[in-house]
């Protein structure tokens, strides 16, 4: 039977139709996901921020817990947020010695605990969501105890860690730790080699001591057998998502499937913002900035008088200058080169094309900027991991580093004369700044897919690393190398006994 052109036409239609059909990607469900960021510095909060906007932009509905109040510009869209207004008590005494490092830092994880206790949070626990929470998004800040939501609410986890991953989620997420040539980010020396394996067991031990304080926090909040064991939990995380790039910003280092680096997800959403308008010409700046953290109410005149002197020494350049401190008009009135403000968009202003230098305290927030920007850095490392991550940064040749014990405004300036003399810091953080943008996936859509990935396929079991199931003997083979090396000597003690008979 012969068709008409017309039939033909209309089956043709049909066939495109169904393959066009087949062919279009399914549409994004939305989930709705419960993000815990607690207990965190104002820094750290701004890369889970960055996570849960890339969230809300794919549709999805966020109720997000905090210990922080959030400004209605910092988080818009399908989101509600819980507000519980906590501090972790004010640390107390010297952190010279290694002694009372350690006391402060288990004080530190023994008062986390405390959270838990506040009727508010009590409060959060009781009300269970008219739509159940399809994944839990925890901001990891060495707090496992809250790894008790996931089984109170019934949902899978995920973990946001805002830098290298650090022993403690190589633990927990079973990935290998390589020490004898992959430096721990708060490792100030940056070991390699037999120290940082000496090293690595001195900071095992430490975890290990760590995990039962957690674990006691743990018990004592999600008790057996209403809730499963602490290890159970912690061996339940699903996806370790980090504020990283291992490629541009090292150290080269195993990674599993499952732990998925986000480095730049902050400042690839800045970069929609709005330039900030400079005065007219085009004066070179430096920034300077000692972090959230930093406050000069707190330092005294000598250290002001400190970098005033060395910055009276360029005038040719408008340096922009972070300070909380008394008397900013004043500084501003007697050397009108020196912009004094409270705060400054600091990733705006190294995004200027004029920013020449920047003098930072070293936070991994301020060394992506500095890199994403390809500015030269003049570091002054504070507290934390900032020695360690200015230790990497000077190996790079993207800067100098100067030691804040007893700084002299001479020595300053002799550091910033440097930086804007030699023309081979620039270049080669321009360098590495190409490669830290050159990525398949920006980070916003890669942290997007891998959390989706974890919902749509009820937890993805198949990302689960079988060696997060093995205790220490038979993770490392302890057993295996005891049986090998007391077989040999074994048989070396036999032959030896022959020999003496023969």
């Known amino acids: 039977m012969k068709r008409s052109p017309v039939s033909l036409s209309l089956l043709w239609m049909g066939y495109t139709g169904i393959f066009l059909l087949a062919d279009s990607p399914a549409p994004v469900e939305a989930h709705h996901i419960l993000g815990v960021f607690v207990n965190v510095h104002r820094s750290q909060l701004m890369v889970h921020l960055a996570v849960c906007r890339a969230l809300l932009q794919k549709g999805h509905h966020l109720t997000l817990v905090t210990t922080w109040p959030l400004e ?15 501090k972790q008590p004010a640390e107390e005494g010297s952190t010279s010695d290694l002694i009372g490092r350690l006391e402060r830092m288990f004080k530190r994880l023994e008062h986390s605990g405390d959270l838990l ?27 496992d105890h809250l790894l008790g939501l996931a089984a109170h609410f019934n949902c899978p986890v995920a973990i946001v860690s805002t830098q290298q991953p650090t022993g403690f989620v190589n633990s927990l997420m079973g990935n290998p730790e390589e020490r004898w040539y992959v430096p721990q980010p708060y490792d100030g020396h ?12 001195w900071e095992k031990f430490i975890e290990m001591m760590a995990r039962r304080v957690l674990a006691r926090i743990y018990s004592l909040h999600f008790p057996e057998p209403r809730y499963p064991s602490f290890e159970t939990m912690r061996r339940s995380v699903v996806l370790a998502l980090s504020n990283h790039h291992m490629i541009s910003e ?37 920034i300077f900035s000692l972090g959230t953290r930093f406050t000069w109410r707190k330092s005294t005149e000598e250290l002001v008088q400190t970098f005033t002197k060395a910055f009276s020494q360029f005038p040719d350049y408008d340096i922009y200058w972070t300070y909380d401190g008394p008397n900013g008009s004043a500084i501003s009135l007697d050397y009108p080169h020196l912009k004094v403000a409270k705060w400054w968009p600091q990733s705006q202003l190294l995004q200027s094309g004029r920013a020449r230098l920047f003098i930072t305290h070293g936070g991994k ?13 003049l570091g002054l490392p504070l507290i934390g991991d ?16 100067l030691s804040t014990h007893n700084l002299t405004h001479l020595e300053l300036a002799k550091g910033i004369s440097r930086m804007l003399t030699n023309s081979s810091y620039s270049e080669t953080i321009l360098k590495a700044s190409q490669v830290y943008r050159d990525r398949p996936m920006n980070s916003s859509d890669l942290a997007t ?14 990302l689960y690393n079988p060696a997060r199931q093995l205790n220490m003997i038979e993770y490392h083979s302890i057993d295996m190398y005891f049986m090998v090396y007391g077989f040999l000597m074994l048989t070396i003690a036999m032959l030896r006994k022959v020999n003496r008979l023969l």
Request: hydrophobic residues 40%.
């Open 72 to 86: 209605e510009q910092e988080i818009r869209g399908n989101v509600s947020h819980i507000f519980i207004p906590w």
């Open 117 to 143: 206790d506040l009727p508010e949070w009590k409060t959060f626990l009781s009300n269970p969501p008219q739509t159940p929470y399809d994944l839990l998004l925890l901001g990891y800040h060495f707090n």
């Open 190 to 201: 940056q070991r390699s080699g037999m120290s940082a394996c000496v090293f690595g067991i």
């Open 250 to 286: 090292g150290p080269i280092a195993p990674l599993i499937p499952s732990m998925v680096d986000i480095g730049g997800i902050v400042l690839e959403q800045q970069l929609s913002k709005t330039p900030l308008e400079l005065p007219a010409g085009n004066r070179s700046l430096i």
């Open 365 to 377: 927030g301020s060394l992506s900027e500095a890199l994403f920007h390809g500015v030269p850095m």
């Open 386 to 401: 900032q020695r360690a991550n200015l230790r990497r940064m000077q190996s790079r040749n993207w800067g100098l580093t």
């Open 449 to 462: 897919y891998w959390i989706e990935y974890i919902v749509r396929h009820k937890g993805a079991k198949n």
